[in-house]
């Protein structure tokens, strides 16, 4: 079996749950329902044909006008990989966690819910990961502006060529 | 040093008719004062840089080189550079007991030197009990490093404490028992009777007397390097793993207190088990010039003790460090159980042969220098293997 | 009698010498067993991600050196490739041979630093000074090769940026002579070390399917005995012309994927990344070593992934291309992200002295965690 295969068997099993199957692009992807999620991973994972034991990436995109959750699979025995994506509504991103059926998920979903801001239902330990835990905002949202400062202290500074040139004066 | 005075005041040094008693106690306290500044301070600031060397080179590195020829003088230099650092004591630490663990530490450091026998003349004190003596004021070390550990109010500190203390005192057990086979055959716990009991060529020394003996000598030195907390055993003060150990908090000379009696240490573990099994200072009698002799010996006991505190530089150099359970198993698993069956072996030979095995001290030299030899031709294997040139060339 | 026991809380870093200002763990303890050690990241995130949506595909080349910086090469092939595989371009076959070169050299000087640290981290300097004079003389020819010898930016988009200097082959040739030897010279001094054995076997064991369901890569999951490699498996490059064995850890010290397992996957790889140096010195071919590629370069719409295995394993690329100058979106998954969210459930009923072996045996490289 397939990428393309699988997408197939999945529309079959799932149906309207498959919004979009994109076979043009360079890695043929499955745009999937956000409350299907967590059915389809588990299918992928447990089906003998697909056997999908690794879920390898899982990536959030901010496209301004929606967020995407990327979930790169990828099969050990049957040597070949998927990709899903769910699409959410940029103002409150919120999507079923998938670390109930891979562990690595854990990690990659705090990641997404630090730097994008997507909220994973059921989550185990959803907290801030790379990020102080007061930071305002998510900064690989594309409208993210940087504080000025954060707890008094300065996150901009001069150019050290103007900074050179004023110490000359 | 009695019988140094009374020789001097025997050639007539101080006139006709000298105050023994003052003499006796003016020497004393002028050995005591070179033995303690002259000597072992000294001794542990220079072995600091030996160690440096030795180790850079056995890690393709240079070692301090800079100050002072070859870079000798790096530890008076570094001494300064810790006399003038701030002492910093932690602001929720226990503060006398903070300033006093690096005196106690380095209390047990000078009071071995009481006993220390440089020479059949030159000892501050032959004391009866010698060697017992020296064990137990090693053993003070312990108090110190808990001290630190606790005052510090540090968890790392703690945790190096701990486990100091557990090392020190498990390994007291294997160490106190390795002596014993030494005491056995010399039949004296001083340390002069002990050298006095071996002669100067190795067949006579205990180490080498019979196989019992032998395996004691180098549990002796296993447990030593326990107590002194030397790698591999330098769990207390772990760098990966517990910052600095019991020393993490302190700063300046008080550090430097802790580490100066790390290599002093050195010496008073190789002093023993020369004493013990390596016939100390005896040379054989070439002079009948008593100041020619003491001078022949100082040299021949600092030889076979330096030859020892080089191993221990050597083993730092090359062995990783076990964990504390691996280190409590070692001791109570395989070095208890190997001292009693040693203690018990050397009492059944000293009543099978009470004069001594004739034969044995000659197939346990010639074992030796087997293990030797063998160790000697790996090392040529893989330095015939390497190639030198590749390391000497700059451009590669 | 009963002895009343509390558990201790230790921080162990930031500043702290085996995680040295990158890594923060808060160490759950009861004596000298650990209950638990939580990982806290994010002291070394630069958001190299968000950079690279500012400085547009040629401009990001320098900061993928920063995401690993101890295997630089390998970044910068997964990024050259994920351009390359949104443009359509093709890598002239001499670049392709470079960056087989380069990389793999760096493989061998990334497995230096990591075996040689395992060793500093149990205790044992020596092993680390030694592993570091090799890892020197690599980082000598690599300063040949592109004049820089931590963060290289060798590779473009379309090849590499230089082509070998002359002479070079002939001394990598014999760097490769030398290193053999030096190889089992070094395994004599502390891979079978009888000390150095026990605190490695059975510390820190990783069945096969947790690693792979943890999502562990390279030598972490071949440690776990489990033989995929992406060089092998899903061939990038010009790997496919080259004839090397994939390592797999066997248990040969203790249980199957304890730390002993993975640190014997690395030091058996650099025996194989050797064989690959030698056959892509022997063989390369002549030609141009760049592809040409517009300087401003507009790939179409679109994204794509792409997975190298660089010497902490499989790194994998996502790159999403809105038809502009500067990417729309770059997300590095990287195995020391993986292998430190493991780390809390491995922790729990080992020792202190365990951790920092654990932490050295799954090879984690701060600047990878945090990106």
Redesign the interface.
């Known amino acids: 079996m397939d990428a393309l295969a699988t997408y197939q068997a999945v529309k079959e099993r799932f149906g309207a749950k498959v919004l979009e199957i994109n076979e043009k692009a360079l890695d043929p992807f499955m745009v999937v329902d956000p409350s299907a999620i967590v059915e389809i991973c588990r299918f992928l994972r447990d089906h003998p044909e697909t056997a999908m034991n690794c879920l390898t990436n899982e990536i959030g995109v901010d496209y301004k006008d929606r967020i995407e959750v990327v979930y790169e699979l990828y099969s050990y025995p049957k040597r070949y990989g998927v990709t899903l994506k769910v699409k959410l509504p940029r103002d409150n991103p919120v999507v079923e966690t998938v670390e109930t059926v891979w562990k690595s998920a854990n990690w990659m979903e705090r990641e997404i819910f630090d730097l994008i801001g997507v909220t994973f239902q059921g989550h185990s330990d959803l907290r801030r990961i790379l990020m102080p835990e007061d930071w305002p905002g998510h900064p690989q949202r594309k409208d993210f502006v940087e504080p000025m400062e954060y707890h008094g202290i300065s996150t901009v500074r001069d150019s050290p060529i103007i900074r050179m040139e004023a110490d000359r004066k | 040093m009695q019988q140094l005075a009374d020789s001097l005041i025997a050639q007539g040094m101080f006139g006709a008719n000298p105050p023994r008693d003052l003499i006796y106690a003016l020497f004393i306290f002028v050995f005591s004062l070179i033995v303690f500044l002259g000597i072992a301070f000294p001794f542990a600031g220079i072995v600091s840089w030996v160690e440096r060397r030795v180790?850079a080179r056995?890690?393709?590195?240079c070692g301090p080189n800079r100050v002072g020829p070859n870079g000798f003088l790096q530890w008076l230099a570094d001494g300064l550079k810790h006399i003038c650092k701030e002492d910093l004591i932690p602001a929720d630490s226990d503060p006398a007991l903070f300033k006093f663990a690096p005196y106690l530490v380095i209390l047990a450091f000078t009071l071995p030197w009481a006993v220390m026998p440089f020479s059949s003349q030159l000892i501050l004190a032959d004391l009866n009990v010698g060697i017992l003596y020296m064990t137990s004021v090693t053993a003070l070390t312990v108090v110190g490093v808990l001290m630190a550990g606790w005052a510090s109010n540090d968890?790392?500190s703690l945790?190096g404490g701990i486990?100091s203390a557990a090392q020190i005192v498990s390994y007291e057990i294997p160490a106190g028992l390795s002596i014993f086979p030494a005491v056995l055959m010399a039949g004296t716990l001083s340390m002069q009777g002990i050298i006095k009991a071996q002669g100067w060529a190795p067949w006579t020394w205990f180490a080498f007397s019979n196989p019992f003996t032998f395996i004691a000598a180098n549990v002796l030195y296993i447990s030593a390097l326990a107590e002194g907390n030397r790698?591999?055993f330098?769990?207390p003060e772990?760098?990966?793993?517990?910052?600095a150990g019991f020393a993490t908090e302190y700063s300046g000379m008080r550090y430097l207190f802790f580490f100066a009696a790390e290599w002093g240490n050195l010496f008073i573990i190789g002093a023993i088990i020369t004493t013990l099994f390596l016939g100390g200072w005896q040379f054989p009698l070439i002079s009948n010039n008593a100041v020619v002799m003491n001078v022949l010996q100082l040299i021949t006991f600092n030889i076979k003790v330096l030859f020892l505190v080089f191993v221990s530089m050597w083993v730092r150099?090359?062995?990783?460090?076990?964990?504390?359970?691996?280190l409590m198993s070692l001791c109570w698993k395989y070095l208890v159980p190997i001292s009693f069956v040693d203690l018990v072996g050397t009492a059944a030979w000293i009543a099978i042969w009470p004069s001594g095995n004739s034969v044995a001290p000659w197939i346990m030299l010639a074992l030796f220098l087997a293990i030797v030899v063998t160790f000697l031709r790996r090392v040529l294997h893989?330095f015939r293997?390497?190639?030198m040139e590749?390391?000497l060339s700059p451009?590669? | 009698m009963s002895i009343r026991t509390e558990e201790m809380t230790l921080n162990m870093g930031p500043q702290h010498p085996s995680t040295h200002g990158v890594l923060r763990f808060v160490i759950k303890a009861d004596g000298e067993v650990m209950r638990e050690a939580i990982p806290d990241v994010g002291y070394l995130h630069r958001s190299i991600e968000k950079i690279a949506e500012k400085v547009g595909y040629h401009g990001f080349m320098p900061y993928t050196d920063r995401v690993d910086y101890v295997s630089a090469m390998f970044t910068n092939q997964g990024w050259a490739m994920a351009c390359e595989r949104l443009g359509g371009i093709v890598v002239p076959r001499r670049g392709e041979y470079c960056r087989v070169i380069a990389a793999e050299f760096n493989r061998i000087a990334s497995h230096l630093l990591s075996v040689g640290t395992m060793g500093m981290d149990i205790g044992a300097m020596t092993p680390f000074t030694h592993a570091i004079r090799e890892r020197e003389m690599i980082n000598d020819l690599i300063e040949e090769l592109c004049g820089a010898r931590l963060t290289f930016n060798y590779m473009r988009i379309g090849g590499v940026g230089w082509d070998l200097p002359p002479g070079w082959r002939e001394k990598a040739l014999a760097y490769l002579d030398h290193f053999d030897p030096i190889w089992e010279e070094y395994n004599a001094l502390i891979s079978y070390n009888k000390i150095y054995v026990e605190r490695l076997a059975n510390v820190g064991v990783i069945s096969t399917q947790d690693a792979i369901d943890y999502n562990l890569v390279g030598p972490n999951l071949r440690g776990s005995g489990f033989k995929w490699d992406i060089r092998k498996d899903i061939p990038y490059s010009v790997y496919p012309e080259f004839d090397f064995d994939v390592p797999v850890g066997t248990g040969e010290f203790g249980t199957l994927g304890d730390a002993m397992d993975r640190y014997m996957v690395r030091i058996r790889e650099m025996r194989e990344s050797s064989k690959i140096l030698r056959q892509a010195l022997n063989r390369i071919p002549d030609g141009p070593v760049l592809a040409k590629v517009p300087r401003n370069f507009k790939p179409k719409a679109g994204e794509c992934q792409v997975r190298v295995e660089s010497s902490r394993g499989d790194m994998g690329w996502y790159a999403v291309s809105d038809g502009s100058a500067y990417p729309w979106r770059v997300h590095v998954r990287t195995g020391s992200f993986a292998a430190m969210g493991m780390i809390n459930k491995l922790s729990r009923g080992l020792m202190i002295a365990d951790l920092v072996t654990l932490i050295a045996s799954l090879d984690v490289i701060a600047p990878e965690i945090d990106r």
């Open positions: 180790w056995m890690q393709s590195r968890k790392w945790i486990r790698t591999p330098d769990l772990a760098e990966s793993e517990l910052v150099g090359t062995l990783p460090r076990v964990r504390i359970d691996q893989y293997r390497s190639k590749l390391y451009t590669i």
